[in-house]
């Protein structure tokens, strides 16, 4: 089928929400993918941070092969190994007390704020449901998602949202003291704004948030989605910050391509969500739990260096571009936005797919690059070489 073949056929049978290009990919290898035509595309996108360890990882492919030989799906009311395992590592590496499986990074944040809602009811009663969120922030697209959200621009008609959440300007601990009163029971914030627009949070703020949360018995609630597993340059943002969250939610790389998500939760509030409370049929799917589990293995301690040096690489090539058309190169590790000035992000996005290059876009007219954790230094090089074409001096 030829590309303009199949853009008929999606065009015809699938609901148009999404602005797709006009690339239909095949397969891939690495971090370069190729389209129908035999086209060769460097990806800096890794499927907005899905494929995390790459296109075409033998070992991830054979560790789905192997579960689905054996068991593709049995739910919840059953225990299965891979569930039991993923929970584990992920545990053990983060310090955290349990785990949630479900699908999505919007259902692992409705799990989060569920949480909140249920410990502060649990222990206040009702009249304690307000969650902090900040401006510019992005945590889904369901109807109380697409509220805790941040921006303006989505909401809009879904009508009536989810209530219970306001928003404070990110980096500015005192409009957050302010806007406080003893209906909080949380704040819920992305250490690095993704859709937001790649803005980090200052780590001074961060901690003053931290310590708020604990002093007035909040939950501090971290959305991983886009930050989690290894995107930044460790397992998971927060440990680069130096705080104890009390749920973190992730989604995104954690299986590699797999839909996946879930929430780590702390001590504090581990026996919150009991039986009946939440559940997800294909959560921790075997399947699923095998892939991300050949993820985690494959990001150790020299992977996740590896993601903070080729940041730092490509944040100084793109520095030296000197580009009148970028003003800012933000984010950090493998999660990096370039502010663009004189240039529209979406069209300039486009044009660099047309010439072998993957992108996205981010709020406030910045370029995104989310290429996989394991992309070589050759492939960046490939990558970096379309950029400067495009918008070098």
Not at 38 to 58: A, K, L, M, P
Not at 194 to 199: D, F, I, K, M
Not at 302 to 321: D, F, P
Not at 346 to 373: D, F, I, K, Y
């Amino acid at each position: 089928m030829t590309t303009k073949e199949l853009m008929e056929l999606d065009q015809k049978y699938i609901i148009g929400t999404y602005g797709r290009n006009p690339i239909s990919i095949v397969r891939g290898k690495g971090a370069t993918l190729y389209d129908e035509e035999d086209n060769e595309y460097i990806d800096f996108t890794s499927g907005i941070g899905v494929s995390s360890i790459g296109y075409g990882n033998e070992k991830w492919a054979e560790a789905i092969y192997e579960q689905a030989k054996k068991l593709g799906h049995i739910s919840n009311l059953y225990y299965t190994e891979p569930c039991a395992k993923l929970a584990e590592q992920l545990c053990t590496r983060t310090g955290m007390s349990g785990v949630f499986f479900g699908n999505s990074g919007a259902e692992a944040n409705e799990g989060i704020i569920k949480l909140a809602r249920k410990y502060s009811y649990d222990k206040y009663g009702e009249g304690r449901a307000t969650v902090l969120t900040l401006k510019d922030s992005f945590h889904g697209r369901t109807i109380t998602t697409l509220n805790a959200t941040g921006q303006d621009v989505f909401h809009q008609y879904f009508f009536p949202f989810t209530e219970g959440f306001r928003y404070v300007e990110a980096n500015n601990f005192t409009d957050l003291v302010l806007k406080a009163d003893d209906t909080v029971c949380a704040v819920l914030m992305e250490l690095i704004q993704g859709e937001g627009g790649v803005n980090p949070l200052d780590e001074e703020y961060v901690k003053n948030v931290a310590e708020y949360c604990k002093k007035n018995d909040w939950l501090l609630l971290i959305d991983e989605v886009q930050t989690g597993v290894g995107r930044t340059g460790t397992l998971f943002a927060y440990q680069g910050y130096g705080i104890e969250p009390d749920a973190v939610s992730f989604a995104k790389g954690i299986a590699g391509g797999l839909p996946m998500g879930g929430f780590l939760v702390s001590e504090k509030c581990r026996e919150t969500l009991g039986p009946g409370t939440h559940g997800s049929t294909f959560g921790g799917n075997p399947v699923s739990a095998s892939a991300a589990l050949e993820v985690l293995n494959e990001l150790d301690d020299q992977l996740l260096l590896e993601v903070r040096e080729k940041g730092n690489y490509i944040a100084a090539a793109v520095h030296n571009m000197r580009s009148g058309n970028i003003s800012a190169i933000k984010g950090k590790g493998l999660m990096i936005g370039l502010q663009l000035i004189g240039a529209d992000a979406a069209q300039t996005s486009a044009a660099l797919a047309s010439r072998g290059l993957l992108t996205l876009t981010a709020h406030g007219n910045v370029l995104r690059l989310l290429p996989p954790l394991t992309i070589t230094i050759e492939e960046i090089d490939k990558g970096l070489a379309i950029l400067q074409g495009l918008l070098g001096d």
